[in-house]
């Protein structure tokens, strides 16, 4: 059998990500894979109502980090394990290094509370004691803050985290290239201040890069 595939994209709010997901879901089915997309937090009825919540609700750093790690914990087990067991490509829309990035830089939560919490919940019954599951690959959509607040002002009405201010947005970036230094087999930084095809493709060619898509 194929085996699965687990590729997240992250980016500070107003890397313009999103629209690269469904185009690379498409690429997918077009070579015949079968492909699940979705999004944390969420991704489940219960991870939805929990993202609701955290967007929203004002709450100090170690409730927002519980909610996002509890999201997680019910996305993995009802909806990535499974795909990943029936070998169908997971395309997922942020992961556990939003967290790192969002909670951890962005808000100063501890990185050791949060690598332990990434233990817990990424430990799964498919991957061998001692491992964790984590993405085969993330696409880091990297562009300067300055120029994400510009895409973002007046798009919509901002919830918690578009309503911080661009000093925040300069410590996720931050958080963002740490994570990335720390595991480069696993990231791609994606040039995001380029113009959408360009990017789409540069997308495309990590992917193909790896051998995934032809
Ligand atoms: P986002 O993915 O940008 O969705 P949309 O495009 O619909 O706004 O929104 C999710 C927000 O949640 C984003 O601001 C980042 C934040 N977030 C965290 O703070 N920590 C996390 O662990 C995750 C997954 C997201």
Known sequence: MTPGLFITFEGIDGAGKSSHVDALAQAFRDAGRAVVLTREPGGTPLAEQLRALALNAPMDPLTEALLMFAARRDHLAQVIEPALARGEVVLCDRFTDATFAYQGAGRGFDAGVLGQLERWVQSVDAVPPGELRQPQLTLWFDVPPAVAAARLAGARAPDRFEAQPLAFFERVAGGYAQRAKADPGRFARIDADRPRE?????????????????
């Open 198 to 214: 360009e990017v789409r493709l540069q997308a495309l060619g990590a992917v193909r890069a790896r051998g995934w898509l032809a």
